[in-house]
């Protein structure tokens, strides 16, 4: 006889009622258990695209760099463990006055690119956490599915994208 | 490969009247790479006579991520994120089993607290993750609602993840030498409310499905992995303890913490069926969920104020050498196995060593003989995630 079979060919009289019973009675149990849903309990979810959720503070979503207060250190790409940051920084031109950022580090190197490809990055929040000056941030933003793979790619230097400082960061 | 299946004396056939006739020729059916009861990508092999099985063969590999070869090129905080992404479900332990492994050989002390609140994530994330498997599992056998009740209970755990690491799912929050943020005294009050919340939610779980004739029917000696199968194939956590072995990291070789802690090892006993059979291994995890609980009323207790972060240099270099460490992860030992050269930033050779890949190793053992809807049973009992079967 197949060893994992569970029916009970030698079952008595008593066995088979009580079975019977026992099946009708947990079954009812349970469904009353999903009965009482049906009133009476508040409903979890939420319909979304009209209602959000606020999502808590320390939340990682896409990433925002303020380049205003970039240094170019470069230590949010070597933290990186995806290398999804680009940064390219040159020589600030002789005579040019050099500017602090918000807590006081001198911008001594003039940044001219800030890249993250958005499509690679697995939003661990390493970068964030080395960033001296507090500039590259994760956002709440969670909305920006794209057509192509390329329009992943974020240049925080754009102008375009520069504006979203005053769309997403809190400040 | 292909050779006939014996399940000992052939039954009297009702229908068709040639037995031979009908082994000769086995049917060979793919379940996957997409069946919902495999939680994941697995195809498993099924050469089915009419309805019961004669061998199962899985094939894996649809989820493999070079996880282990990319290590080897990432700093050793780097790390985290990529083991996050092997057990999904149970990402607190993950983390956890590496950073200890790191910390043992940079002989990191990790203060109080952090130990404490890695003790408490971790036990909410093994909450988080048998309701998962109780809500799937129940899903697979054809229950539906239990699932949104485990849902809506696994929920209020992941927001309190997201609150308090950032993420929902992949949190990279147990860092080398301690935790990323401290949790706040509101947010542990809500973890008591949970508790309490969380011990009534079980009891009702336990009339709903626990108890269910349906379901003891279904699972009750069905698919039974002996306790000798399980010792020669190196099964453990819920698979092995539900064959009856009291067998638990935390309490037979405790690490962090948990020789402070007092709470029981449950095993199965074969109130319904056998030990070792589904619905052992089921009950093992839902008992789980309650000496978690326990767990984390006292880590209540102890939380005191203080560092959450141990002294780490900036540049991780480890000592030449090699360490294994295992923890008891929701689905059994999660073991790291990391090698180190002087003074290099990153990994040598990171091997992990993944309960689950076992289990699976199991399911050809277990399959023959076997109806092709209990296999499917069989199958979400051992509670497999692929992330980390494939790594």
């Known amino acids: ?171 | 490969m292909q050779t006939r299946w014996d399940i000992g004396e052939p039954e009297k056939p009702t229908i068709n009247a040639d037995t031979e006739q009908m082994k000769s020729e086995l049917l060979v059916l793919n379940m996957g790479p997409q069946h919902p009861a495999t939680h994941g990508v697995l195809r498993i092999e099924i050469w089915t006579d009419s309805e019961i099985v004669a061998h199962a063969i899985p094939h894996l590999g649809y989820l493999h991520r070079c996880m282990e070869k990319h290590s080897e090129n990432i700093d050793f905080r780097g790390v985290i994120p990529y083991v996050d992404r092997l057990d999904y479900l149970a990402s607190m332990y993950m983390e956890w089993g590496y950073a200890l492994t790191v910390e043992k050989m940079l002989g990191t002390e990790v203060p109080r607290r952090a130990e404490l609140l890695r003790i408490l994530t971790g036990e909410l994330q093994r909450i988080g993750s048998h309701l998962m498997a109780f809500g799937t599992y129940a899903l697979d056998l054809g229950a539906f609602s239990p699932f949104l009740y485990a849902f809506d209970y696994r929920e209020r755990i992941l927001r309190l993840f997201e609150e308090v690491s950032g993420a929902r799912l992949l949190y990279n929050y147990i860092w080398i030498g301690g935790v990323w943020n401290d949790w706040t005294d509101e947010q542990l009050e809500r973890v008591k409310t949970f508790c309490d919340d969380m011990e009534e939610e079980a009891k009702k779980y336990h009339e709903l499905v626990s108890m269910n004739k349906i379901f003891v029917e279904r699972t009750a000696n069905v698919g039974v992995m002996s306790l000798q199968d399980c010792l020669d194939f190196g099964a453990t956590g819920p698979v092995l303890r539900g064959a009856g072995y009291k067998w638990d990291l935390r309490k037979n070789k405790p690490y962090s913490l948990y020789s402070e802690f007092d709470f029981d090892v449950p095993v199965g006993t074969g109130e319904q069926g056998v030990p070792g059979d589904c619905w052992n291994r089921y009950i093992v995890r839902m008992k789980e969920v309650i000496e978690s609980i326990k767990i984390i009323r006292q880590v209540m207790d102890k939380l005191e104020p203080g560092s959450i972060m141990g002294k780490v240099p900036k540049i991780i270099k480890l000592p030449k050498g090699e360490v294994y460490v295992r923890t008891e992860a929701p689905r059994g030992e999660i073991g790291f196995h990391m090698v180190a050269e002087q003074d290099q930033k990153t990994p040598y050779r990171l091997k992990v060593k993944s309960p689950c890949f076992t289990h699976i190793s199991m399911l050809p053992r277990v399959a023959p003989g076997q109806m092709i809807a209990d296999f499917v049973a069989t199958v979400g009992s051992i509670d497999i995630v692929l992330g980390e079967v494939d790594r």
């Open chain 1, 1 to 171: 006889m197949n060893p994992h079979s569970t029916t009970h060919e030698t079952a008595s009289v008593k066995d088979y009622f009580g079975a019977l019973f026992n099946g009708i009675k947990t079954t009812v149990v349970g469904m009353w258990i999903t009965f009482r849903y049906v009133w009476g309990v508040k409903s979890v979810s939420i319909e979304y695209p009209e209602v959000r959720e606020v999502l808590p503070e320390r939340s990682r979503m896409r990433l925002f760099n303020d380049v205003q207060n970039c240094i170019s250190c470069t230590q949010c790409a070597m933290a990186c463990p995806v290398d999804c940051i680009y940064i390219a920084s040159e020589k600030m031109p002789e005579g040019a006055e050099i500017k602090k950022t918000s807590n006081g580090q001198p911008i001594r190197l003039l940044l001219t690119q800030f890249t993250i490809d958005t499509a690679l990055c697995c939003y661990c929040g390493l970068c964030t956490t080395v960033c001296p000056t507090e500039c590259l941030t994760h956002s709440h933003d969670y909305e920006f599915s794209q057509y192509t793979i390329d329009g992943m790619k974020y240049d925080y230097l754009a102008p375009d994208v520069i504006a979203w400082r005053d769309r997403i960061v809190k400040v």
